[in-house]
């Protein structure tokens, strides 16, 4: 298990993190969102050891994270890892052999034969998304404890996707691996995590199972023959009103059933329920308190 507990980090005068608390549990896969430049890729810095924070503490499996010990159990994927223009696969997964013995070659072959990738070809010749596989292929054969992955499915074509979603299934399910991740891709998060935390105004605003805090909410377009008066949706749990003369689509926080019976009472002559995703909750979410306004 990780846990971060009252975290705090600046850099100058400018603070990035502000008691910052979670806990990744064993064998999990846990997105973690926010807008751009909420903090995401430095909390995964402190958390990997990266950079030292200034106050509060992490731990893995009850050992500071700056101890060695503890950070052989992790593997940390930066957004665009650094490799020079000679650097091969190959010359890669000898590299992080030297901080991970456990490094399976077998598995590590399997992976970029699974991204239709050579090993001993040189990385300056990839594309971001081969150079992104190439990558996962390393931390995954690794076989960590922990994998901490920024971006990860950035440049990824929906194939690629695809087969990196199963692999990290894999290794959760049988290696007992736990994922902490950190995406814009949010319905790609939906898929595969169990649990998402929001960073956001510079601490931890949001965060639980994923399926749950979907469920709690239900969307609905409706049509009238008339358009509805500005109050008519006055005492709803809404999360979002939004109405183009006679037609509305809202979003509710409640039991499906309850709330549509509670809609039907306003005498629609259309009323549907449509599907409710987590990007369409992030974007609700961080509208309420203040951005995107």
């Not at 991970?100 to 970029?112: I, Q, R, S």
């Not at 690794?142 to 499915?153: H, S, T, V």
Request: proline share 4%.
């Amino acid at each position: 298990m990780i846990e971060v507990k009252n975290l705090n980090h600046s850099f100058g005068k400018h603070q990035v993190l502000e008691n910052i608390n979670l806990t990744l549990p064993e064998h999990t896969v846990m997105g973690l969102v926010g807008i751009n430049g909420a903090g995401k890729s430095t909390l995964l810095r402190l958390i990997s050891g990266v950079y030292a924070p200034q106050s509060g503490e992490i731990l893995i499996d009850g050992i500071k994270n700056t101890d060695e010990n503890a950070r052989k159990s992790l593997f940390f994927l930066p957004d665009d890892p650094y490799y020079t223009i000679y650097t091969t696969g190959n010359k890669m997964f000898e590299l992080y052999k030297v901080f991970f013995p456990a490094m399976d070659k077998k598995l590590f072959l399997h992976y970029l034969d699974t991204f239709k990738l050579k090993a001993s070809k040189p990385i300056r010749n990839f594309s971001k998304g081969m150079r992104r596989q190439l990558y996962i292929a390393l931390a995954l054969s690794a076989k960590p404890k922990y994998i901490l992955l920024d971006e990860a499915f950035d440049g990824l074509d929906p194939l690629s996707r695809l087969a990196f979603k199963h692999a990290i299934n894999v290794a959760v399910e049988e290696g007992g691996a736990s994922v902490l991740i950190s995406s814009h891709a949010l319905r790609e998060l939906e898929d595969f995590c169990d649990s998402y935390v929001l960073i956001d105004n510079k601490t931890v605003a949001s965060s639980g199972d994923l399926a749950e805090k979907v469920n709690r909410y239900c969307k609905f377009q409706l049509a009238f023959k008339e358009p509805p008066a500005e109050d008519a949706f006055k005492g709803l749990p809404a999360l979002s009103v939004e109405q183009t003369g006679r037609f509305v689509r809202i979003v509710l926080e409640g039991d499906a059933e309850e709330m549509k019976e509670a809609l039907q009472g306003l005498d629609p002559a259309v009323l549907e329920e449509m599907p409710m995703d987590f990007e369409e909750l992030f974007i609700h979410e961080v509208k309420e308190r203040g951005y995107m306004r």
